[in-house]
């Protein structure tokens, strides 16, 4: 038997590795090994009050603080029956964008690009090619004014609280937001040409089920309880409040992250994912951009993740500034955050963050104050597909070279844009 | 002459210390034509494992035995360890309450499987090994790491606030969110540096920048005790962020 390890995986969020064995042809084991420390902070929430549990939940994870952040509030104010005003929800929604931009941008231009081009990373692509790096940068520093700008702080956003905000970004700021993200639309054509112009990546195809949120009017990835399943052209939806359905999940001794399947099959989340579930957003630019990345929906190669994470990119700069030019035209209000009424239940939020589905869920006691919780990941969800596309590189590589077997599963890995601090927070508490 | 090296690590924790460095989008160039960034593994797929480091930048707590190995790895080959971030110099929120049942939590959250995962209570670095310098903020401020960085290529050491956010708070001409609206606001004992983010937005000081050097806590509690609040739960918000610095 001979076994290939990649002991640590390196331009990716966290600490995670990759371990094959093979048994003469036959590939008798793949793992994504996690070894991210366990913080156990969702147990660690419990007695705390309401208040306290988005700033501490989304220390989770850096890039995606602000999905974390919110969808921790949404779960709060869903177990107080709290509704948000109309102007919290498109700032909310704003601040998702803010973060997809920044998160998307970091994945493709930092961590997945310098393997297309042959670099070891993107300060070695940048010393030889210093224009994508710095496009790059452009959109990814965008993406962080966005969060600043509504959320206070880039990484972990202080702004948004139970049931509102602290206080509305002034008008000026926004004005000066929406010319920056104007001058970012040129940059979307860059974004396709260059995705367009990389080496296909044609070394992995698979059956595979998508899961995402379901948004059939509206282009949102905050608002909306309800996930669809497609496989296959087959559909299921699950509603938030059923969410343990998509996490038929159990504990694998080689990784702190648990392991999800849909009725007994791996699914993808994320922007793949996304596009699927909701094809109707693909018009106009979109449609076109992604012809000239020849990508079909729905997809059989995971590595199709990059290229709908750069359609994506040029989306959400265009949702973005719709979303601006309507909290303008409405006027934007200096509102304080409705008071909150604690009592007991429960309330769960699904959202989309930028690497797929995230589900936060707690139960109160009618002082407010946390008795259980619950966060389930989109790198967590992901973690059983991670596998079988290992397993299917694996099969598909006909000579079984090592060095390019290694490769292509770093490769598949990052393509699924990884976000292992995330991956160990698959957790039920009873 | 060559430039020095340097090495930025994560040990558990969110990474955004290290996203707070990817976040530097205009210096980010300018830092690498002054600087050999030879270990970072959340930017780069070749590593130098073995080099010695002149600079040292971690990011995290230790929460496994992993970390502690690496931990005292890279004590051993960098001349400067500097803690990076809320976590590295306090050990942050995986640290609050760690006087309970860890093995009984991770059964909680994991079965039995839970029994077999290499997992210890959370640590700040200095409990481990010999820390040169902190630079505090969950997450730090990117300013806060670029200024450190050329401080220590000058042979200086980074130098922070020692006032906490109250001063940055009132300078800013804040109404006080502890006296004027009695909510618990952790300025008074809290590091400055973050401009009084938070209550410049009417968003009470969750403390997250650990607490200031010499911090008055018990006059704070005093102060918080007055104004009708629970001590046990004023203490266990104070440690919420910086379990290891402040004392029960």
């Known amino acids: 038997m001979s076994t290939i390890v990649i002991e640590h995986l390196a331009r990716v969020e966290g600490h995670g590795g990759i371990t094959v064995e093979l048994e003469g042809d036959t590939v008798a084991n793949v793992r994504f090994d996690v070894f991210e420390g366990a913080r156990l902070l969702e147990p660690l929430v419990r007695g705390k009050r309401y208040d306290e549990v988005a700033p501490i939940l989304s220390r989770i994870c850096s890039i995606c603080s602000v999905a974390h952040s919110l969808t921790s509030l949404k779960a709060t104010e869903n177990a107080f029956g709290i509704r948000v005003s109309p102007q919290t929800e498109l700032l909310r929604e704003l601040m998702f964008r803010g973060e997809s931009i920044e998160s998307h941008a970091l994945h493709l231009f930092l961590l997945a690009l310098p393997d297309y081009l042959n670099y070891p990373s993107a300060i070695a692509l940048a010393a030889d090619k210093p224009a994508p790096v710095l496009l790059g940068l452009r959109l990814k520093k965008l993406g962080n004014r966005i969060q600043e700008t509504i959320g206070g702080r880039a990484i972990h956003p202080v702004n948004a609280v139970v049931g509102g905000f602290g206080k509305a970004p002034p008008v000026e700021e926004l004005i000066e937001l929406r010319s920056s993200l104007m001058q970012a639309v040129a940059d979307g054509d860059s974004v396709i040409d260059l995705i367009a112009s990389l080496p296909a990546t044609d070394f992995c195809h698979s059956d595979t089920l998508y899961a995402a949120l379901r948004s059939p009017n509206l282009d949102t990835y905050y608002t909306g309880d309800e996930v669809m399943v497609v496989s296959n052209g087959n559909r299921a939806i699950v509603n938030a409040a059923d969410y343990r359905s998509l996490t038929g999940e159990k504990a694998v001794p080689h990784s702190t992250a648990k392991h999800s399947t849909f009725r007994g099959s791996p699914f993808m989340v994320g922007s793949l994912a996304r596009l699927t579930v909701n094809p109707r957003r693909l018009m106009g630019k979109l449609a076109v951009a992604m012809k000239r990345l020849k990508l079909q929906l729905p997809a059989d190669n995971p590595m199709d993740n990059n290229k709908a994470q750069a359609l994506e990119l040029i989306n959400d700069v265009e949702r973005a500034l719709e979303i601006i030019g309507q909290l303008l035209r409405d006027g934007i209000k200096d509102e304080r955050a409705i008071p909150v009424q604690p009592r007991a239940g429960t309330g769960a939020a699904i959202t989309e963050a930028p690497r797929g589905l995230l589900i936060h869920s707690y139960t109160y006691d009618d002082e407010g104050r946390v008795t259980a919780a619950d966060v389930v990941t989109p790198t967590a969800l992901n973690a059983a597909s991670i596998e079988l596309h290992f397993r299917r590189a694996v099969e598909q590589c006909a000579d079984r070279d090592e060095a390019v077997i290694a490769r292509r599963l770093q490769m598949i890995a990052r393509a699924y844009d990884p976000c292992i601090s995330c991956a160990v927070h698959l957790v039920r508490m009873r | ?248």
Not at chain 2, 19 to 45: G, P, T
């Open chain 2, 1 to 248: 002459m060559s430039k020095p090296k340097v090495g930025i690590f994560g040990l558990t924790g969110c990474a955004g210390d290290q996203l707070a460095i990817l976040n530097c989008e205009d210096r980010l160039l300018d830092l690498v034509a002054l600087i050999d960034i030879c270990d970072f593994s959340m930017a780069s797929s070749h590593p130098q494992r073995d080099c010695a480091l002149d600079i040292a930048m971690v990011e995290g707590a230790v929460l496994t035995m992993r970390d502690a190995r690496q931990l005292r790895a890279i004590r051993q080959r960098s001349a400067t360890l500097v803690a990076l971030g809320t976590c590295a110099v306090w050990g942050g929120v995986a640290a609050m309450d760690r006087g309970l049942d860890r093995a009984k939590l991770l059964e909680e959250v994991y079965g039995e499987r839970g029994k077999e995962y290499d997992s210890c209570a959370a640590q700040a670095l200095h409990e481990i090994v010999k820390v040169d310098h902190n630079i505090t903020g969950c997450p730090i401020e990117k300013e806060h790491f670029l200024s450190a960085v050329a401080a220590l290529l000058n042979g200086d050491p980074p130098l922070y606030p020692e006032y906490p956010v109250c001063t940055e708070c009132r300078m800013r001409e804040n109404n006080c969110l502890l006296i004027e609206r009695g909510e618990v606001c952790c300025g008074p004992i809290t590091a400055a540096g973050c401009d009084a983010r938070c209550p410049q937005l009417r968003i009470p000081c969750v403390g997250c920048r650990g607490p200031v050097t010499d911090a008055n806590t018990a006059s704070a509690l005093a102060m918080f005790e007055e104004k009708g609040f629970d001590r046990q739960r004023i203490a266990a918000r104070l440690r919420t962020f910086a379990p290891v610095g402040v004392g029960p």
